[in-house]
Structure formats: C-alpha cells, structure tokens
C-alpha cells in the first residue's frame, strides 16, 4: 500500500508560479513512478507528467512542457511539481499518483495507476 498526500495548491494569477508537493508513505519510495494527474470541471482526468523510480527519467504532455517540472526527494518521500509560467487553462484539481511499475508504453494512462490521493485545487486567474 502506498498513501499519497497533496499539498500546496492555491489561487494564482496567470504568469505566476505554484509548487505542489505529494507526501508518500508505505513503500520504498525510491521503487514506486510518481504521476501527476490534473481534473478540470466537467472534463477527463489528463496526465500532467510522471517521475520513473529515482527521477532519471522525467515525460510531460505537451500542454505543460516546458512550464512544469517534477522533481522528488527520496529521502523525504516527496515528490514536487514546479508550475511556472501559469494559465488560467491550468485551473483544475490535481492529483498525484503511484505504481509501482513502470510502463513505458502506458505512462499516461490514468488507469495504470493504483494509487491516488485526495487531490489540492489550483486555481489560475486571468
């Protein structure tokens, strides 16, 4: 079992920055893919992007590439992602999530993850 907590989400103008943060516990940290996942009124949960075992390897959808990064400190079982350069199109819920395998073909797929938490609001005004 992995829980995941969230943290740092806000009201931010657009062009300004936020840093969210995911408190894991229960696994060797170092061996579980961390996910961000975003949810936007009446729209699908997307892939935001995702941190493979020790954060060798990063991938982002297009949409925030070159805007967000993910970055994790094992020894604190945290996992971060740095939004900069916000836009209001960026107001939505986002989660972060875990597995503990890595599937390279399927990364972005929500439903290959099994483990979320609760999920911190960022809202983005214009």
């Known amino acids: 079992q992995v829980q995941l907590v969230e943290s740092g989400g806000g009201l931010v103008q657009a062009g300004g920055s936020l840093r969210l943060s995911c408190a894991a516990s229960?696994?060797?940290?170092?061996?579980?893919?961390m996910g961000w996942f975003r949810q936007a009124p009446g729209q699908e949960r997307e892939f935001v992007g995702v941190?493979?075992?020790?954060?060798?390897?990063?991938y982002y959808s297009d949409s925030v590439k070159g805007r967000f990064t993910i970055s994790r400190d094992n020894a604190k079982n945290t996992v971060y992602l740095q939004m900069n350069s916000l836009k209001p199109d960026d107001t939505a819920v986002y989660y972060c999530?875990?597995?503990?395998?890595?599937?390279?073909?399927?990364?972005?797929?929500?439903?290959?993850?099994?483990?979320w938490g609760q999920g911190t609001q960022v809202t983005v005004s214009s």
């Open positions: 941190s493979k075992w020790n954060g060798d390897m990063t």
């Open positions: 999530a875990a597995s503990i395998y890595w599937r390279s073909a399927t990364y972005y797929d929500k439903n290959r993850y099994e483990y």
């Open positions: 229960g696994r060797t940290f170092s061996n579980v893919v």
